[in-house]
C-alpha cells in the first residue's frame, strides 16, 4: 500500500491541525530581579546519538540533573562556521550567507565582510550594560593575519590557526593583540585556566555594582586534530585519559554500516565498511570519549568556581556544540555535512534560574532559537529579524529546514571527495508526527517518518501519498529563502486565511 501511515494521510485530510504552534512552559524570572548572567560551554562535533554525553558524569551532574534537556534541538546546516553564525544571530545561514568553512562562502573572513557583527546576540546584550568573554575555538578563519575581535566583545580570546585544532600546541590572541603560543599544553586544560581567571576578574567587577556578563568557554575536543598538511587525524586526549575506555565502540544501531543501503544521491552509493574500516572508526569513537574528559573535568571546575562566588543563583549555564557527528552510520566513515540525524541533533542542556530540574523538553528548537531564549530571559526586547522564536515561547512552530551547498568531505579514512551534496530538507516534529523530508540538487528525494523509522533506513517516497508530498514540497517552498516571521510561522504563508488544517 501507499504510505500509510494511514494515520499521517487521515490527518492531512481530515481537518486536524498539521502545522499549529506546540506549547512550551516558559521559565520564571530570577528571583533576585538582576539581570542574569550567562555562561555558555560550546564544543566541537559533538554527538547526541552516539552517547557521548553518557562518558560525562560532571555534564550529568551539573547540567542534565540541575536542568533541562532539549532532546529535539538541532543545526540546521551541520558545518562548523554556518553553525556557529546561527547561533549568535538567531538566522538560518540562507539569510546570514555563511554557508561554507572557508572562503569565499564561508570562515571569518565572510563574517567580516557582510558586517555580520554589526547586529547580533554579544551587540544587543552590551548594548544593555552586559560585558562579554570569549575564550576558545571561535570559528575558521582566525588566523594570524586575522584576529581582530568581532563587535560586542570586551574580552576576545580566540584560538588561532594553526592552533585551533592542535590539542597540544593551542594558539591564543587577546583582543586582536600578538599571537602567544603554548607548546605541550593541554588545549582544554589551558582554557580552563582561561575561564577561571576571567570568572574571578568578573566577580572583581561585580564588587562595583550589577554588571552582568555573558561568558563562552570553547574548547575544540571532541573535534578532530587537523595536521599541518590539512589531514585529519582522531583529536587527542590528555595523557591522563588516553586509556580510558577500551572497550568502548560505536553503537551499534540499525543503521550502523547496514546490509541494505537505501539512500539517495552519494550517500547511497558507499560500499559496505570493511573490518578495517570498523576498527578504525570505533577506536576514532574512543579518542572523542577520552578528548571530552577533560571537557567533562572543565564543566565541574566551572560550575564550582561560580558556585564558590555565588553566581549560580543568578547564572544561566548553557552546554551545546555546534553541530553532530557521524561513525559508520549508513556507511560513512567519519564527519558531518549531512542532513542525516546524527549530523543535526546536537546536544543542548540549560540549567539556571525558574529552569526546571531534570527535565526532557521534545518540542523542536535549532541554534538559530538561542538569540530570542538569551534576550528573552534577559528581559530583553528583540530585534525584528531573528529567524526563530524562543525556546520557552509558549507557542512556536514545529518545522524548519536544514540546508547545505557545499561538496562532501570526509574526514579521514575514505579517498572519497567532491561529491554533490548540496540539499534542502525539513525536519517537521510534533506530539502527534515526526517527519524528516529531503530534496537534493541532483533532484532526488528522501522521505522518513521518524516516529516508525528512526534510524532512516527505508525511503517511503517512492510510495508516499501524493498530497502529504505536496505539503511537504509547499513547505520547503517557504522555509528554502524564508526570513523572520515566515521563518518562525511557514504555515501563515501557505494558510493565508490562517485556517491551518
Known amino acids: 500500500m501507499k504510505l500509510a501511515s494511514i494515520s499521517l494521510v487521515g490527518l492531512l485530510l481530515s481537518g486536524q491541525s498539521f502545522g499549529a504552534p506546540n506549547k512550551c512552559v516558559s521559565p520564571q524570572p530570577p528571583v533576585t530581579h538582576k539581570k542574569p548572567n550567562f555562561v555558555v560551554i560550546l564544543t566541537d562535533d559533538q554527538d547526541q546519538l552516539m552517547n557521548s554525553l553518557d562518558y560525562q558524569p560532571y555534564v550529568k551532574r551539573h547540567f542534565i540533573d540541575e536542568g533541562t534537556s532539549f532532546t529535539k534541538y538541532y543545526t540546521t546546516s551541520a558545518m562548523c562556521c554556518p553553525s556557529r553564525v546561527s547561533l549568535w544571530l538567531g538566522q538560518f545561514a540562507h539569510n546570514h550567507n555563511v554557508t561554507d568553512e572557508s572562503r569565499p562562502h564561508g570562515s571569518y573572513y565572510k563574517f567580516q565582510a557582510g558586517h555580520l557583527d554589526d547586529s547580533w546576540l554579544p551587540v544587543w546584550l552590551q548594548e544593555e550594560g552586559y560585558s562579554n568573554h570569549y575564550i576558545g575555538k571561535f570559528i575558521n578563519g582566525v588566523n594570524k593575519d586575522n584576529t581582530v575581535a568581532p563587535k560586542g566583545w570586551d574580552h576576545f580570546e580566540p584560538l588561532v590557526s594553526p592552533g585551533i585544532y592542535n590539542f597540544t600546541n593551542p594558539i591564543f590572541s587577546l583582543n586582536g593583540g600578538p599571537l602567544e603560543a603554548f ?51 582522531p583529536p587527542v586526549p590528555a595523557d591522563r585519559h588516553k586509556h580510558l575506555f577500551p572497550d568502548a565502540k560505536v553503537p551499534r544501531t540499525p543503521n550502523f554500516n547496514p546490509a541494505v543501503q537505501d539512500k539517495v544521491g552519494w550517500i547511497g552509493d558507499l560500499p559496505l565498511l570493511s573490518p578495517l574500516q570498523v576498527e578504525e572508526i570505533d577506536h576514532h569513537y574512543r579518542q572523542r570519549l577520552r578528548s571530552l574528559q577533560a571537557t567533562d573535568e572543565l564543566v565541574d571546575s566551572v560550575v564550582k568556581k561560580l558556585a564558590a562566588n555565588d553566581l549560580l543563583d543568578n547564572t544561566y549555564l548553557v552546554y551545546t556544540t555546534d553541530n553532530g557527528y557521524h561513525l559508520g552510520q549508513h556507511r560513512l566513515f567519519a564527519g558531518k555535512q549531512t542532513p542525516i540525524e546524527n549530523d543535526i541533533n546536537i546536544p543542548f542542556i540549560i540549567r539556571g534560574p525558574g529552569i526546571a530540574k531534570k527535565q526532557i523538553k521534545t518540542n523542536p528548537a535549532t541554534h538559530s532559537h538561542f538569540p530570542a531564549t538569551v534576550l528573552d530571559l534577559a528581559g530583553i526586547k528583540r530585534p525584528t529579524n531573528l529567524d526563530a522564536t524562543s525556546l520557552f515561547d509558549p507557542e512556536h512552530t514545529e518545522s524548519f529546514n536544514v540546508e547545505f551547498w557545499s561538496n562532501q568531505f570526509t574526514e579521514g579514512g575514505s579517498k572519497l571527495k567532491n ?23 541532483t533532484h532526488e528525494h528522501e522521505f522518513y517518518d521518524m516516529k516508525v523509522d528512526p534510524y532512516q533506513l527505508t525511503n517511503k517516497y517512492p510510495a508516499a501519498d501524493r498530497k502529504l508530498l505536496d505539503r511537504l514540497d509547499a513547505l520547503v517552498a517557504v522555509l528554502h529563502d524564508c526570513k523572520g516571521e515566515v521563518c518562525k510561522f511557514p504555515w501563515r504563508t501557505i494558510h493565508k486565511d490562517g485556517q491551518v488544517h
Open 183 to 233: 607548546p605541550g599544553v593541554y588545549q582544554t586544560d589551558l582554557i580552563l585556566n582561561k575561564s577561571l581567571a576571567r570568572i574571578d576578574a568578573l566577580v572583581e567587577k561585580k564588587k562595583e555594582g550589577d554588571n552582568p556578563f555573558l561568558l563562552v568557554i570553547s574548547p575544540t575536543a571532541p573535534h578532530d586534530e587537523i595536521q599541518e598538511d590539512g589531514t585529519f587525524t
Open 419 to 441: 561529491k554533490k551534496n548540496s540539499y534542502k530538507a525539513l525536519r517537521l516534529i510534533s506530539q502527534k508526527h515526526d517527519l524528516y523530508y529531503s530534496v537534493w540538487c
